[in-house]
């Protein structure tokens, strides 16, 4: 494996790049773009959008969007590496 897949969903409601949306923002009518992003090529893997956005206003949702996968892309290497020194350490392949 050379990357960790992320995604993250952005929208845009009431004039405001939303990270995450819940359901009540989801159900609020606005733009939702999906982004998959592979953060060690930092190349985008995915892009889906279910409605039109102004170029403007895109590429400020596509932005918050990756921004929100190199979050979990980050967090997600943290989790792996702490699993990966547990097993080490039981095994006896590593000492404190």
Same mark, same amino acid.
């Given at each position: 494996?050379? %990357?960790?897949?992320? !995604? &993250?969903? !952005? @929208? /845009?409601?009431?004039?405001?790049?939303?990270? %995450?949306?819940? /359901?009540? +923002?989801? !159900? @609020? @009518?606005?733009? %939702?773009?999906?982004?998959? /992003?592979?953060?060690s090529s930092d =190349?985008? !893997?995915?892009?889906? $959008? %279910?409605? =039109?956005?102004? *170029?403007?206003?895109?590429?400020?949702?596509? =932005?918050?969007?990756?921004?929100? &996968?190199?979050?979990?892309? #980050?967090? $997600?290497?943290?989790?792996? *590496? +702490? #699993?990966? +020194?547990?097993?080490?350490?039981?095994?006896?392949?590593?000492?404190?």
């Open positions: 494996m050379r %990357d960790l897949a992320t !995604s &993250c969903a !952005s @929208g /845009y409601l009431n004039a405001t790049p939303l990270l %995450d949306l819940n /359901y009540v +923002e989801d !159900s @609020g @009518g606005g733009p %939702d773009v999906t982004v998959g /992003y592979l953060p =190349k985008i !893997s995915l892009l889906q $959008m %279910d409605a =039109k956005l102004q *170029m403007e206003t895109f590429e400020e949702v596509v =932005k918050l969007a990756v921004t929100g &996968c190199k979050a979990i892309a #980050h967090r $997600m290497r943290q989790v792996l *590496m +702490e #699993h990966t +020194e547990r097993l080490a350490l039981a095994r006896g392949a590593m000492q404190l």
